[in-house]
């Protein structure tokens, strides 16, 4: 379905409006929402789309699977995200089975991803007004979190999948032996982000923090 209906068709569920969150308050504890609010000018309100992939079966008999992804809005509250009528089909990811090289599933996967987040980006470079509750709301949109299991969040972070790599987490880049650690010091933790993932992905050093050998598409969204 395309993005922009995705949305409306969210924006336009009877009840959206009693648990739509336009303000930065204590129930959102991320410092990201209160931070790129203050960045936006007067009157506008940010739009955080939640990404959701799950690869499951799709028949009884368990011999056909789909790859497909959600989206949802992190403006709502947690309740009504679970609600079914707040989550909207965005597309199917392949499911590749032939027997070709790890490297080309890869590339493959990669590339029906960056066909369906064109919409995404091309929505994230500028503003746009949506209705809600019978007001057009002027937003500015943003990506705030992809929900996948543990092995699909290594697929979309290029991040070796085996636990027993050198940095196994696709979240920081604690060294394999320091994660059971409970007396690791929080300030010695580096967390994994654009910048640093590309400097080690152009400096050829890949390897030194078990990431594939592959542009990551997500360093493009801001």
Known sequence: MPLMSCIQNILEISDISQTFVLEYEELYKTTKWKTTQST?????????????????????????????????????????????????????????????????????????LDIILEAIQTFLEKETNLLLNNKFIWFYPKILTIITDWPEAATFCLTYKSTKSKHPCHFCLVKRDNLTNTNFNKKDMEFRNHENMQYYYNSNEEQTVSIEMVPNIFWKFK
Do not use: M
């Open 40 to 112: 936006l000018p007067t009157g506008a309100k940010i739009l955080f789309i939640i990404l959701y992939s799950d690869a499951t079966n799709c028949d009884l008999l368990s011999k056909n699977q789909l790859h497909p992804i959600y989206l949802s809005l992190g403006n709502l509250s947690t309740w009504h995200r679970n609600r079914q009528d707040a989550k909207q089909l965005l597309g199917y990811l392949p499911i590749i089975k032939s027997n070709v090289g790890k490297e080309i599933k890869r590339q493959l996967f990669y590339k029906y």
